[in-house]
Nanobody
Framework: VQLQASGGGLVQAGGSLRLSCAAS????????VGWFREAPGKEREFVAL????????YYTDSVKGRFTISRDNAKNTVYLQMNSLKPEDMAVYYC???????????????WGQGTLVTVSS
């Protein structure tokens, strides 16, 4: 599975962005997908995940109610809708895939290249 993240950019605090994670490979629909982020000087952290079917989602506390993860298996794409963005959301965002859901980045097998989200205050 090859992943490509896109959709990052510069946005003012309170604004919105939608990230996309496009995958190649016929078996993408059988993989859970997670979004992670890495800010300068900080460890990569879990943001959100979605099961292979889309029935189950999970978010880190700091983004609950503001971010929504979804997927369209027909398009081999997972989305992360980010609303009410805060300066502390600024980071490089990565999507990753693995066979079962999990929140630890080291458990993921496939990674996209990352997309930068910049939030101005």
């Amino acid at each position: 599975v090859q992943l490509q993240a896109s959709g990052g950019g510069l946005v003012q605090a309170g604004g919105s962005l939608r990230l996309s994670c496009a995958a190649s490979g016929r078996t993408f629909s059988s993989y859970a997908v997670g979004w992670f982020r890495e800010a300068p000087g900080k460890e990569r952290e879990f943001v959100a995940l979605i099961s292979w079917s889309g029935d189950s989602t999970y978010y880190t506390d700091s983004v609950k109610g503001r971010f929504t993860i979804s997927r369209d298996n027909a398009k081999n794409t997972v989305y992360l809708q980010m609303n009410s963005l805060k300066p502390e959301d600024m980071a490089v965002y990565y999507c990753a895939a693995r066979k079962v859901v999990g929140t630890s980045f080291y458990e993921y097998d496939y990674w996209g290249q990352g997309t930068l989200v910049t939030v101005s205050s």
